[in-house]
């Protein structure tokens, strides 16, 4: 009985002890992020991971923050985003409708500013 509370004791101890996943979402926003991303200029709500997955919400494929596999590693600084490699831009011909933005959302804005809270346009969708 004693090795039980023992083990009960240690267990509580190390729970408290190992710091939990701090991430952050907007008020409007779907996804998670780490604290130096540039999409939380507008706002910025601190939330563990697990209750940031929990609720729904999913990570930012700018910044790259932890997921849950890697939470237990220790993580200073934002992962760079990897380079994509480039095939041949589609055709340029005919009227714009919409764009593709860099983190793989699509978005039917044609004009400049399309994809400003997405890293950019990474092609043009043409009719």
């Known amino acids: 009985m004693k090795k039980l509370v023992l083990l009960?004791?240690?267990?509580?101890?190390?729970a408290n002890i190992l710091p939990a996943q701090t991430v952050y979402?907007?008020?409007?926003?779907?996804?998670?992020?780490v604290e130096t991303?540039?999409?939380?200029?507008?706002s910025k709500i601190a939330i563990d991971l697990n209750v940031a997955i929990k609720k729904g919400y999913t990570p930012c494929k700018v910044c790259n923050p932890p997921?849950?596999?890697t939470s237990n590693q220790k993580v200073a600084e934002p992962n760079p985003t990897p380079a994509k490699a480039k095939s041949?831009?589609?055709s340029t011909s005919g009227t714009r409708t919409g764009c593709i933005c860099r983190d793989g959302t699509q978005s039917t804005?044609?004009?400049r500013g399309a994809c400003s809270h997405h890293g950019g346009v990474d092609?043009?969708?043409?009719k």
């Open 109 to 111: 804005a044609t004009g």
């Open 67 to 69: 997921t849950l596999s």
């Open 123 to 126: 092609h043009w969708l043409y």
């Open 37 to 42: 991303c540039k999409y939380l200029s507008s």
């Open 88 to 90: 041949a831009p589609p």
């Open 8 to 14: 009960f004791f240690t267990l509580f101890a190390l």
């Open 25 to 33: 979402v907007t008020n409007t926003g779907k996804k998670y992020h």
